[in-house]
């Protein structure tokens, strides 16, 4: 029964973040077909944004109708609701609409806003219902989570990439007065990828059933052990059990011994040092996912469609890694922690820089430019990761209001880093986008 319920709770975990996640890796298939092009994913930092308005009906509802929210139908409706989305985004994302005069993704637009409520108000109802079962269980959820990040990019990778060439077209010209005439334009043609886009599309639609199977089953395992979960830590607050659960995962029966333990005081920190902390978790959630993810086309693609692929697939997998690195070696120095956010910042600076620079960036057409490009993606996502989660860890153990202004700050610092980039990219067109067989770079 424990190793049933461990894998029931990984396939659960599973689809928290999977259907986003699959969406940011699968980009560079997507932008060579869709209308917004290099545009695209400003627009879905927006959308994700926006979409948050989920979590805070579900927050909303806890707080002015207490007990009354049937966490259990929230999930059930959000996981089915993510399965329709994924299929019926594999049928009808090319479709396009005009709106504000322009012809827009609609389509591709309104089912990423479903799919991201999915995922973002899987936040605050996956985990309550997780808190049910004994802390062992929560570890496990939690590594189903990062897969949630690692199998789609593993998919993604397997998959491949439209490879692209440069090919002479001829065109036969129509003018009466020189019928006949052929001028040869060179174009970009993208090869097939091993698999279509709708397929990975489905794919992600049967990883979302496989969570919502898995959470149909964990609702009906018998709960022997719902006594032992009882008062499993006394006079704490449930983010504290979750705590024991992801430091401790040796199980309930060596946490039980610990109850007559007086707990441990949090340690203090001054006013300084609080700033600095928020200021980190603003920071990092405003440059990974919002101000960096608006610019990874531009910086990216112009080193070629393998290179973006690569960065977007292996930054995916990047981010769970890093939350499992944290798990074991964690390490809350704040000198350590300034310096690994200093220098993924470091990082995410040289691809901003090369985003800047679109269409002829550094080192383009070279092995190690492309090479520097996807590393630098990778090292700025797993950086800012363990920082993001040795951050929460220290403001976890600190207090629980100090976890909610946390989440508070990451939401803030989300929204300000894609509300500032949004209009740079589509508004003012700062960033450039080019085509990797027509643009001419001066020579360096």
């Known amino acids: 029964m424990p190793l049933y319920t461990h894998a029931l709770a990984c396939a659960f975990g599973l689809g928290s973040w999977v259907s986003i996640n699959g969406l940011w890796v699968e980009l560079p298939m997507i932008v060579n077909i869709l209308l917004e092009g290099w545009d695209l994913p400003s627009y879905l930092t927006v959308i994700i944004q ?158 979302t059933a496989i969570s919502l199977g898995a959470f149909f089953i964990l609702n009906r395992v018998p709960r022997t052990f719902e006594l032992s979960t009882e008062n499993l830590v006394p006079g704490l607050d449930a983010v504290a059990t979750v705590c024991r659960g992801l430091e401790d995962p040796t199980g309930p029966e060596k946490d039980e011994k610990k109850q007559t333990k007086v707990p441990i005081l949090a340690p203090l920190h001054t006013g300084y040092q609080l700033t600095f902390i928020y200021f980190m978790v603003v920071w990092v959630n405003g440059a990974t996912n919002g101000l960096l993810p608006s610019v990874q086309t531009f910086s990216c693609m112009p080193y070629g469609n393998m290179a973006y692929h690569l960065s977007a697939a292996l930054s995916s997998v990047a981010n769970p890694v890093a939350c499992i690195i944290a798990m074991f070696f964690p390490k809350r120095s704040l000198v350590f922690l300034g310096f690994m956010c200093l220098l993924g910042s470091g990082f995410g600076g040289y691809n901003m820089a090369m985003a800047a620079m679109s269409p002829c960036p550094l080192l383009q057409d070279t092995p190690v430019g492309d090479a520097i490009i996807v590393l630098s993606w990778v090292f700025f996502t797993g950086l800012l990761s363990y920082v993001k989660v040795m951050v929460g860890v220290i403001l976890r153990d600190r207090s629980h209001s100090a976890l909610v202004w946390c989440g508070a700050a990451a939401q803030a610092g989300s929204l300000l880093g894609s509300v500032i980039m949004f209009p740079l990219i589509n508004i003012y067109h700062l960033f450039q986008s080019g085509d990797i067989c027509n643009t001419v770079c001066p020579l360096s």
């Not at 926006?50 to 207490?66: I, Y």
């Not at 019928?179 to 886009?197: A, H, I, K, M, R």
């Open 50 to 207: 926006l979409a948050n308005l989920g979590p805070l009906l579900v927050t909303l509802a806890h707080k002015f109708c207490p007990g009354r929210l049937r966490e259990n139908l929230v999930i059930y409706t959000v996981l089915l609701i993510g399965v329709v989305a994924c299929v019926l985004l594999a049928l009808f994302w090319k479709n396009t609409t005009v709106l504000l005069g322009q012809r827009r993704s609609t389509a591709f637009f309104i089912l990423t806003f479903f799919l991201a409520s999915v995922d973002c108000t899987s936040s605050v109802t996956f985990l309550p219902f997780m808190m049910q079962l004994p802390a062992k269980y929560i570890t496990t959820y939690f590594i189903g989570e990062g897969l949630s990040g690692l199998v789609p990019g593993l998919v993604a990778l397997a998959q491949g990439v439209g490879m692209s060439k440069c090919v002479n077209v001829s065109h036969t010209s129509d003018n009466l007065t020189d019928p006949g005439d052929t001028t040869y334009v060179v174009e970009t043609q993208y090869l097939p990828p091993n698999f279509s886009t709708e397929i990975f599309f489905f794919f992600l639609a049967v990883m």
